[in-house]
């Protein structure tokens, strides 16, 4: 019973920091309809800034703002300079070789900068030890990324579905051109959206790194979880990241715990259940429309 009391936490862990990374990849699609394989990328050149920022300033909460702040400001320069300007064209082909090509980039630009080894990263000290939880005791950290996830998605969910900015963003998704003959600078939103969902990779990045560490090929290994979460989910929606973050978050953490041979394996067979009886995802976009 204990172990599953802390598989289960450990799963919900696991579940809000793919919440985080998928609603930057999913805001992304649902918003500028672009399939961003480089969004690992920014995952973890957010944690290693991070890493930086708290060796050399013994600050984390400075790393958790500051970090997000570097990497959106370069995804905004990225979306500003080369990435609008390859829209529609081929439909999306060109935003994958894209976006792979810059995942490769920043891959070796990352081993180059950091090197080759594992990094591990230590909690902020109030965060530090263990608390007795469900009967159980369990690292006052990972339950701070539990609330911190939920309260991400709470603000997420206000700022899209109860703002004028988020009514913008909604109109743009579903008439780019009418929303611009009203006035609104909608390639500025475009980059803004893109450097909002980047910030939020890095952000996963930082709160990500005391649990998993920091190391080469991390990007394409949390890149590949957060599509099934996105796909699971259903393509541009906060809701199905949610959902799809909850659903891949356990099958991973009770498959390597319970069927480490088939851990990979169950993610998948999740996928495929949910595609079979759902095309669009459990709450799809697509299926909406």
Do not use: C
């Amino acid at each position: 019973m204990e172990t599953l009391v802390i598989q289960t936490l450990n799963g919900l862990v696991f579940s809000m920091l793919l919440f985080v990374m998928a609603a930057g990849l999913s805001l992304i699609f649902g918003q500028m309809d672009v399939i961003n394989l480089a969004h690992g990328s920014f995952y973890l050149l957010g944690g290693y800034i991070g890493f930086t920022m708290i060796r050399q300033y013994e600050n984390y909460w400075l790393a958790l703002i500051i970090a997000p702040v570097i990497v959106g400001t370069i995804g905004f320069i990225i979306e500003y300079a080369i990435l609008r300007r390859i829209y529609g064209r081929h439909h999306h082909l060109n935003q994958v070789l894209f976006t792979f090509g810059l995942a490769l980039v920043a891959a070796d630009l990352i081993r180059w900068n950091w090197g080759s080894y594992v990094i591990t990263v230590a909690a902020p000290p109030q965060l530090q030890g263990q608390v007795p939880f469900l009967g159980i005791q369990f690292p006052v950290y990972r339950l701070a990324v539990i609330t911190f996830g939920l309260t991400i998605g709470a603000i997420l969910w206000i700022g899209i579905e109860r703002t004028r900015i988020g009514m913008i963003l909604r109109a743009g998704v579903s008439d780019a051109k009418l929303l611009s003959g009203f006035g609104v600078n909608i390639q500025l939103v475009f980059s803004g959206v893109f450097a909002m969902g980047t910030a939020l990779a890095a952000l996963a990045g930082v709160i990500g790194a005391p649990i998993h560490s920091l190391y080469p090929g991390l990007d394409f290994e949390i890149l590949i979880l957060t599509l099934a979460v996105v796909v699971v989910g259903g393509l541009g929606t906060l809701k199905g990241a949610f959902l799809g973050s909850l659903l891949i978050g356990m099958a991973d953490t009770f498959g390597k715990t319970f069927l480490p041979e088939f851990a990979l394996f169950l993610i998948f067979a999740v996928m495929a259940s949910v595609l079979i009886l759902r095309p669009s995802g459990l709450w799809g976009l697509r299926g909406q429309r």
